[in-house]
């Protein structure tokens, strides 16, 4: 298996003190049973953070949108009417109205842009995040220095640079929460926090698994047809 697949599958990421800590509490049992956690992320943190920015105060179906716009406008042909993901540089040479109207960016081009601009010129080495030495609190900083990037967007970052202090709440997890736990009423972030708070460095990874628990058992009933 290439390197670039095993960095998307995170096959060389240990996750062995998760499922001892899954192990610890029943309602998570099923996590190390199923081998849950991996989460799926793109071959290069530039992707990953230009697709964050665009699923900001927006639908998936938008966000879905603009995506496919980025990569059939600026990514590279191949396979049968196929495109790669764009490179920073390919975008950097766009413009701001280019990224309004043709991309159906709205408000988030001058940011997409900026951090195409910045990617490519050598000013911004996203890559290094994934072996970064910094503490989560540092990191977390320098990704909120991203014009367009909030903390919504940078605590997902983290999870996709397995970091997982922070749950990323959006309008989404926030009503799979109160579904869950509260009969469908909203809480305050502060309640799911402190829910969460004794799971320690983990508590993102297991808040997300537990949203999308769901997900997992309903392709285990399909796997098992």
Request: proline share 4%; with cysteine; aromatic share 10%.
């Amino acid at each position: 298996m290439n390197t670039q697949l095993r960095s998307c599958l995170r096959f060389d990421e240990d996750l062995s003190p998760f499922w001892r800590e899954a192990r610890r509490h029943s309602r998570y049992r099923w996590i190390a049973r199923a081998g849950a956690g991996r989460l799926l992320r793109a071959p290069s943190v530039f992707e990953d953070v230009m697709k964050m920015i665009c699923t900001t105060n927006c639908t998936w179906a938008l966000t879905t949108v603009i995506v496919s716009n980025l990569v059939e406008s600026f990514g590279e042909p191949f396979n049968a009417g196929h495109h790669t993901f764009p490179t920073a540089g390919a975008i950097a040479g766009s413009t701001e109205r280019y990224l309004r109207t043709k991309i159906k960016a709205g408000y988030r081009a001058p940011y997409l842009l900026e951090l195409s601009e910045r990617v490519a010129s050598g000013t911004l080495a996203l890559e290094e995040w994934r072996n970064s030495p910094l503490d989560t609190p540092s990191l977390y900083r320098e990704i909120c220095s991203i014009k367009g990037v909030g903390p919504y967007a940078a605590q997902n970052l983290l999870r996709l640079l397995g970091r997982y202090e922070h749950l990323g709440l959006d309008s989404w997890v926030r009503a799979q929460h109160a579904k869950l736990h509260h009969g469908g009423r909203t809480v305050k972030d502060s309640t799911i926090e402190r829910r969460y708070a004794p799971l320690g460095s983990w508590r993102g990874l297991f808040f997300w698994l537990e949203m999308t628990r769901h997900w997992h058992e309903s392709n285990h009933q399909h796997s098992s047809r």
